[in-house]
């Protein structure tokens, strides 16, 4: 059964940081390349960040130099990095799995920042 479980979200202040995990299983994790999305109230949802299998990485214009993507093929979890947030980061962030055809998605965490 596949898994995609997100945690590390919550309420941080502007300027702020957060690190989001996703842990996988199910799957060959090492293959996928696994992203971050997010959506927003009202919004579509958006591509944060993504890491291929050999660990090239992909961020959107809006985080960059902000958001880091890793991941860890021993433990099968990627990971976000955010730091200097801002209130327009507020969303809730998706993990996704994706190889050839195959896409899976996690539940999704909730990232809030408010004074």
């Known amino acids: 059964q596949v898994q995609l479980v997100e945690s590390g979200g919550g309420l941080v202040h502007p300027g702020g940081s957060l690190r989001l995990s996703c842990a996988a299983s199910g799957f060959t994790f090492s293959i996928y390349t696994m992203g971050w999305y997010r959506q927003a109230p009202g919004k579509q949802r958006e591509l944060v960040a993504t890491?291929?299998?050999?660990?090239?990485?992909n961020y959107a214009d809006s985080v960059k130099g902000r958001f880091t993507v890793s991941r860890d093929n021993a433990k099968n979890t990627v990971y976000l990095q955010m730091n200097s947030l801002r209130p327009e980061d507020t969303a809730i962030y998706y993990c996704?799995?994706?190889?050839?055809?195959?896409?899976?998605w996690g539940q999704g965490t909730q990232v809030t920042v408010s004074s």
């Open positions: 890491i291929t299998s050999g660990e090239s990485t």
């Open positions: 996704n799995a994706h190889w050839v055809f195959t896409n899976y």
